[in-house]
């Protein structure tokens, strides 16, 4: 079984990489649900670490994943400007009004860098079928999807990514949503290939400031990959 981590910075890409991670999806505000790097930490993680296979996220906002014109046209940009760095796939999703796939936009998201991998976001959760959803995204020339099987969490969702890996959509089914090792059985079993992880603890340094948002605690805690948490993930696939 391959693993992809989500990284939100440089030192996250290093960890996966040395552990043998198969890529890294790259994004900041995790907690946010995840929003598009800058481009000068997909530049400075392509500079460090440039045998790792970099996807880059590209959600302009937290909140939703139907997007205004205007919105589309920040994505369309930001992933023109991702692939000019040398990445090697985007990620992305985008819904419509009444919560299907928005296949118009994708396509033209994905014309933005048709020589990149184009993966479909966890978005696809918050369709009414996740399994009716994949024909739209196949169709848009996506290469696989990031989904739990519209569960709370992928090892919740196995019955729904059996059916979705058995589709036949020829898109890869990347298992992702609060992963645990316990987990990698039976989505194994489910026909999963690959799964996708944070694997991330929180660091609180010592001292408290003052909060800066209603996420922030004291001003100072953040996010970071966890390397124990990469490795054992990365050793445990290997038997599947």
Do not use: N
Request: include cysteine; charged fraction near 15%.
């Amino acid at each position: 079984m391959r693993v992809e981590i989500a990284v939100q910075d440089t030192t996250g890409a290093a960890i996966a990489h040395d552990a043998g991670a198969v890529r890294a999806e790259l994004c900041v505000g995790l907690p946010l649900g995840g929003l598009t790097p800058s481009i000068g930490l997909i530049r400075q993680i392509r500079s460090a670490v440039p045998g790792l296979p970099l996807h880059v996220l590209i959600r302009p906002r937290p909140g939703g994943f139907s997007y205004s014109p205007m919105e589309l046209e920040l994505m369309t940009s930001d992933i023109s400007a991702a692939g000019a760095e040398g990445v090697a796939g985007i990620v992305v999703g985008v819904l419509t009004g009444s919560g299907t796939v928005d296949a118009g936009a994708i396509g033209t998201l994905r014309q933005a860098a048709p020589d990149l991998e184009f993966t479909f976001h966890r978005a696809i959760d918050h369709t009414p079928s996740p399994l009716a959803s994949l024909d739209a995204i196949a169709d848009a020339g996506f290469s696989r999807v990031l989904t739990s099987g519209g569960a709370p969490a992928a090892g919740q969702g196995v019955p729904a990514l059996t059916a979705m890996a058995a589709a036949g959509s020829g898109l890869t089914i990347l298992a992702g949503g609060g992963v645990l090792l316990e987990d990698l059985r039976p989505l194994a079993s489910a026909g999963i290939t690959e799964v996708h992880l944070s694997a991330k603890m929180t660091h609180r340094p010592s001292g408290a400031g003052v909060p800066l948002g209603s996420s922030d605690i004291g001003g100072a805690s953040y996010q970071v990959t966890d390397p124990l948490q990469v490795a054992a993930v990365i050793e445990q696939a290997k038997l599947f």
